[in-house]
T-cell receptor, first 112, second 106 residues
Framework: NAGVTQTPKFRVLKTGQSMTLLCAQDMNHEYMYWYRQDPGMGLRLIHYSVGEGTTAKGEVPDGYNVSRLKKQNFLLGLESAAPSQTSVYFC???????????FGPGTRLLVL | SQQGEEDPQALSIQEGENATMNCSYKTSINNLQWYRQNSGRGLVHLIL?????REKHSGRLRVTLDTSKKSSSLLITASRAADTASYFC??????FGAGTRLTVKP
């Protein structure tokens, strides 16, 4: 199993551009999460999903949208990137009735 | 949602020494988890301790949980340079704190 994979690994955007980050998991996990991590800080939850077709807001959802059209994929979209969205983005997944989160390797995003 | 608070923020030790880091939380929990993050990488689950457990071991890791004090500790024995990483405590519905940055010097 590949586990949790994230695409791309690194991206540079100009302010105002849009992009989509892809998270894929091959473990048949029900729950998926998007976090951002900034220097010296813990992970902050952006959005999460408890199943295919469902999404919910986390702690810092503004400026981001998500979709979970397929159980194995969780997409994070930035409609109009801002420098404040420069961060490392992590995706994670959790099996049903379990609380252990399995993390992807991260996507480093720089917004100029 | 509640946040785990790790203490200390940073810890530097020599290889072979033991490392202890602590976590405090504010709500009632069913279990507590510890994760490790190597620089620039995703978090890796280390160990889960349930609320009815007081101590749990996994290799060189020892975790304790005191639900009356709402605190947990992670002990890494006989540390190695490869243990250099950030360590986080977490519980479902609880935010990840800033973690403890452990540096093990060869």
């Amino acid at each position: 199993n590949a586990g949790v994979t994230q695409t791309p690994k690194f991206r540079v955007l100009k302010t105002g551009q849009s992009m989509t980050l892809l998270c894929a998991q091959d473990m048949n996990h029900e729950y998926m999460y998007w976090y951002r991590q900034d220097p010296g800080m813990g992970l902050r939850l952006i959005h999460y999903s408890v199943g295919e077709g469902t999404t919910a807001k986390g702690e810092v959802p503004d400026g981001y949208n998500v979709s979970r059209l397929k159980k194995q994929n969780f997409l994070l979209g930035l409609e109009s990137a801002a420098p404040s969205q420069t961060s490392v983005y992590f995706c994670a997944s959790t099996p049903f009735q379990d609380e252990t989160q399995y993390f992807g390797p991260g996507t480093r995003l720089l917004v100029l | 949602s509640q946040q785990g608070e790790e203490d200390p923020q940073a810890l530097s030790i020599q290889e072979g020494e033991n490392a202890t880091m602590n976590c405090s939380y504010k709500t009632s929990i069913n279990n507590l988890q510890w994760y490790r993050q190597n620089s620039g990488r995703g978090l890796v689950h280390l160990i889960l301790i349930r609320s009815n457990e007081r101590e749990k071991h996994s290799g060189r890791l020892r975790v304790t949980l005191d639900t009356s004090k709402k605190s947990s500790s992670l002990l890494i024995t006989a540390s190695r340079a490869a243990d250099t990483a950030s360590y986080f405590c977490a519980h479902y519905g609880m935010r990840f704190g800033a973690g403890t940055r452990l540096t093990v010097k060869p």
